[in-house]
């Protein structure tokens, strides 16, 4: 093993859980159930991403389908509403209460490297800390996204992700785009529309799926819930057939749909940006729009962070830069194991809903390993 930095500290647990959300305080709760030692390394604070989402959000999956594992109670009264950013945050807290979850806040981890079988190190700038096994919870949306086409744009053009959209009054000058039609679209093109101080409001949404609200006079998410969708396996025959279209298109919209907010607050809606040229933003239809007065906000998505294990070497990523894993559990790297990766065993992994299981299923190979491996020193 390398040695510690000038400065730093060294020390060892059984298990360091990177990234303080709904998938590590889920993985650091089954660790306890099991008396695991272990430490959760955040570098904000627990559940930053709900904290700072915009005022007015809501989430787009029912209150039925927003419950941890360890408080399993609505975290809104209405078991078919849509939680808003405030009820979801004070519910997660109250999680937190419920345990004693040994949760470090403001530590960046900085690299994190494979040196054996089960003998790993974590980095961050006050500490390395030796580990028999790395749970990487930083999700799979926790690095804003923006296409390399932004940076062409002229610099009088005022830019902005949706990461760092918190209200309305944010944006002042008279006209908007919204690039990207999925829930940040929406939400955040609904309420700029609402406030009405907007000459124009454009929209470029490209291929979306839109969730009906009701199927047969059924609440669609109660309905899907009932019929074991948020469950299916993603590899499952069934599985690819229904869900291989959501990674081309990202997760499912509620309604409004853009066509609804044109109709609504005279939205212009486009087909997807394609770029700068000639003094003009470009559309997929040939359709354009001037650069005058404008806001574009980059309802893009985010992407995974995975800076600290290329950091440190590990290879254990696709052609596409996701991890290859078996239900989180990376069989080539021994010790290193995921939570909360979209689509990681169900449609539903990377939502409340899912990550509970996928974190119980990865500490239950954990503490199998931790069993063997004691047996064998014994």
Known sequence: MNEAGAGQNERDTDVVVVGAGQAGVSVSYYLTRHDIDHVVLERDVPFSAWRNRWDGFITNTTNRLNMLPMLPRLPAKDPDGFATREEIVRYLDECLETFDPPIETGVEVVRVSYREPYSWEVETIDDVIYTRHVVMCTGAMSRPWVPDLAADLPAEITQMHSSEFRNPEQITTPRVLIVGGGSSGVQICRLLAE??????????????????????????????????????????????????????????????????????????????????????????DGGSIGPDDLTIVWCTGLRGDYRALEAGGVQVFDEWGRPRHRRGVVAETPGLSFVGLRHQYTAASHDIYGVGNDARYVVSCIKDVLRERAARVG
């Open 195 to 284: 406030t009405r101080r907007h000459d124009e409001i454009h929209i470029a949404a490209g291929k979306v799926v839109v969730l009906p609200r009701r199927v047969l006079g059924i609440q669609t998410h109660r309905l899907f819930h009932v019929l074991g969708l948020f469950d299916l396996e993603v590899d499952s025959l069934l599985g690819r057939m229904i869900f291989s279209r959501l990674e081309t298109t990202g997760d499912p919209i509620v309604p409004p749909t853009p066509r609804e907010l044109a109709k609504m607050y005279g939205v212009v809606v486009h087909p997807k940006f394609t770029g700068w040229r000639n003094g003009e933003l470009w559309f997929e």
